[in-house]
Nanobody, 125 residues
């Protein structure tokens, strides 16, 4: 069983930064593609970023490109989302997710089999 636990969410002013972390336990984390998604009230879950198992390939959603960076440490079973220049429209619950298909870098929620409980990010104007 794979478990994902997010941390690092909170309240920040527009223009500020937050660093979200996701700790993964169970199975072989190093072989998974890891992703971050977000969901604002009344909206569908949206792709934010993904990183392949090796860390050599990343992909970002258009709404966050240039402002966020995804990284991973396979020795610590963690994936990090560094978010800068935050905007009020970034307010959402942020979810960490794992895709057991190692070579895929997907933006679709259906491709991720494992999900964390989410962490709230609120950006005030």
């Amino acid at each position: 069983q794979v478990q994902l636990v997010e941390s690092g969410g909170g309240l920040v002013q527009a223009g500020g930064s937050l660093r979200l972390s996701c700790e993964v336990s169970g199975r072989i984390f190093s072989s998974y593609t890891m992703g971050w998604f977000r969901q604002a009230p009344g909206k569908e879950r949206e792709f934010v970023a993904a990183i392949r198992w090796s860390g050599d390939s990343t992909y970002y959603g258009d709404s966050v490109k240039g402002r966020v960076t995804i990284s991973r440490d396979n020795t610590k079973n963690t994936v990090v989302l560094q978010m800068n220049s935050l905007k009020p429209e970034d307010t959402a619950v942020y979810y960490c997710a794992a895709d057991s298909t190692a070579y895929r870098l997907s933006v679709g929620t259906g491709d991720y089999a494992y999900w964390g409980q989410g962490t709230q990010v609120t950006v005030s104007s």
